[in-house]
């Protein structure tokens, strides 16, 4: 019997490490990678890629009625065939989504760090605490503790990457034995 492939979508406040899991998981296990600012950019955007941009493209879509749209838009890019990790879940329709589209192949995993750790993972791309204060407090990164209760996993992710890919393995493992 053919296993049918699983999709694991990534959701966590900034500088959780969402990127770097779902990353992790297309480098190490295969998995294709989508990512939701990139569907947005793609989708929406004329200039060069900034979180600012991004970040406000994305509530405009949200505000405006049409993440089902983008997540339509992401679902399409995916092979059927294939394993994915998608990197961005920030709203309850993006789970819904998913889900409706993957049933019970798709997985979501929680990221959590403390503010500090974050903040101090994004020190370049923010020069000051109250821009990722900002960032962070932005319309569109609102409902993304939401996302926790619906998560199948919650990985506390406040140490190296190292330890992160350990825990990323360990969930595959069990994965791939069966359990869910």
Known sequence: MPIEPIYVGFAGQIGAGKTS???????????????????????????????????????????????????????????????????????????????????????????????EVRSERLRSQFSADTAFQAAEAAPVEAQIDGLKVRAHATISNEGSLEKLYQELDAWVATREMGSH
């Open 21 to 115: 899991a779902a990353r992790y998981l297309s480098a190490r296990y295969g998995f294709q990678y989508a990512r939701y600012s990139q569907i947005l950019e793609e989708w929406l955007s004329s200039g060069p890629p900034d979180r600012n941009r991004l970040q406000t493209l994305g509530w405009e879509v949200m505000s405006g009625g049409q993440q089902l749209e983008l997540n339509r838009r992401l679902i399409a890019v995916l092979d059927p065939s294939r394993n994915g990790a998608i990197d961005g879940l920030r709203h309850p329709v993006d789970f819904d989504s998913l889900s409706g589209a993957f049933g019970a192949s798709f997985r979501l995993i929680f990221l959590e760090a403390r503010q």
